[in-house]
T-cell receptor, first 114, second 111 residues
Framework: DTAVSQTPKYLVTQMGNDKSIKCEQN?????MYWYKQDSKKFLKIMFS???????INETVPNRFSPKSPDKAHLNLHINSLELGDSAVYFC?????????????FGEGSWLTVV | QKEVEQDPGPLSVPEGAIVSLNCTYS??????FMWYRQYSRKGPELLMY????GNKEDGRFTAQVDKSSKYISLFIRDSQPSDSATYLC???????????FGTGTLLAVQP
């Protein structure tokens, strides 16, 4: 049973397209995140939701729009994809709000924009 | 200056060696310190978690925090090829309380 699952795992798309990455957690956690990991392995938070409410919204282009239909799901929609959006996007979850120390990560979605 | 600095490596050691991985940080408000392990093509997984200064041991792994020097370490004893991965330090504290990651150190344990 995968605790944090995200789809698709690999995505190759052309510049200008719109794409979505879906995420689901079955851990009963109240907080979910989207992280971006660049080619140098630097992992940086993009968004955090607690009980479906946006808590953290880092300086991310507004082409990126998260959506949390319920506590167990946090999807990421990206409009007008650019070459620089190529990265690995990790969904994660934790309990205890954004102060939770044990963050469980999904396996990542490898996005390549060509 | 980045809030968290970590040598990216790669670090290559023979099987059985003691490995030392380190991070330095600049924000004295950090109080919670973590080490994550990330295998290739996988998500990071929590390895060790320490609050404030001190040592914590879990099997072959020991985490050390020296808040006075703003320096944390992860030691791996009797390293195994299965320890080959990227190790990321992470920490949080202060007003924002956001979890900040280091860039990770790539470790290769040679059989």
């Amino acid at each position: 049973d995968t605790a944090v699952s995200q789809t698709p795992k690999y995505l190759v798309t052309q510049m200008g397209n719109d794409k979505s990455i879906k995420c689901e957690q079955n851990l009963g956690h109240d907080t979910m995140y989207w992280y971006k990991q660049d080619s140098k392995k630097f992992l940086k938070i993009m968004f955090s939701y607690n009980n479906k409410e946006l808590i953290i919204n880092e300086t991310v282009p507004n082409r990126f729009s998260p959506k949390s239909p319920d506590k167990a799901h946090l999807n990421l929609h990206i409009n007008s994809l650019e070459l620089g959006d190529s990265a690995v996007y990790f969904c994660a979850s934790s309990s205890g709000g954004t102060s939770g120390n044990t963050i469980y990560f999904g396996e990542g979605s490898w996005l390549t924009v060509v | 200056q980045k809030e968290v600095e970590q040598d990216p490596g790669p670090l290559s050691v023979p099987e059985g060696a003691i490995v030392s991985l380190n991070c330095t940080y600049s924000n004295s408000a950090f109080q919670y310190f973590m080490w994550y392990r990330q295998y290739s093509r996988k998500g990071p997984e929590l390895l060790m978690y320490t609050y404030s200064s001190g040592n914590k041991e879990d099997g072959r792994f020991t985490a050390q925090v020296d808040k006075s020097s703003k320096y944390i370490s992860l030691f791996i004893r009797d390293s195994q090829p299965s320890d080959s991965a990227t190790y990321l330090c992470a920490m949080r504290g202060g007003a924002t309380n956001k979890l900040i990651f280091g860039t990770g150190t790539l470790l290769a344990v040679q059989p």
